[in-house]
């Protein structure tokens, strides 16, 4: 159970919200209502998790997830690991792969990374450290193989994520069943 309870009463408007999130997930997420106490954060985050980006061209799903999974263990976020690791496999993840997003191998271990994939998940790694440390270095790395468009894509998904991890534990909220088999 959560640190606290939603609020008896929700606004219609974030209502409409919830609903929405429940048809997009197919579960009544506990985050939203409990950003109902705070109607302008729900409202933002609301929209900040609307425009993200899923993935389109050479900048595939499965690069997208492969960063979300990576941040979702690097901040041990147990109910961010539930829901971005679902459906991993349809995206060709596999187990080998998800032991080294969990830090159990190290990824230039795993032959089936690609390069961009191997570069990707060092960026996801590197925006989720505490302390944040950045050099141009970090960012040099990237650009023979990624467009500044695919950049901003890479860093926007990753610090999404964060900003879920955080939240999401630090009102408790638990695993939603995303990866319980159906």
């Known amino acids: 159970m959560a640190f606290i309870d939603p609020p008896r009463h929700i606004a219609w408007w974030l209502r409409i919200g919830l609903w929405a999130a429940k048809r997009v997930t197919g579960r009544d997420l506990l985050v939203g209502r409990l950003l109902a106490w705070a109607p302008k954060a729900a409202l933002s985050s609301g929209i900040m998790e609307a425009l993200v980006e899923h993935g389109h061209g050479a900048f595939n799903a499965r690069l997208l997830q492969l960063v979300r999974m ?4 690097a901040a041990a976020c147990p109910f961010c690991v539930d829901m971005n690791g679902a459906g991993h496999d349809r995206q060709g993840i596999s187990p080998d792969e998800v032991e ?21 998940l060092g960026y996801a790694r590197k925006l989720t450290e505490t302390p944040l440390k950045f050099a141009p270095a970090d960012v040099e790395i990237l650009k023979p193989h990624f467009t500044e468009h695919e950049i901003v894509v890479l860093a926007t998904t990753a610090a999404q994520v ?8 630090a009102l408790g909220v638990p695993p939603a069943g995303f990866s319980d088999p159906v």
Request: hydrophobic share 40%.
């Open 70 to 73: 990576q941040v979702s263990y």
């Open 100 to 120: 080294a997003l969990q830090g159990r191998r190290a990824a230039e271990t795993v032959t089936s990374f690609t390069l961009r994939e191997r570069l990707a």
């Open 162 to 169: 964060n900003y879920w991890t955080r939240l999401i534990q």
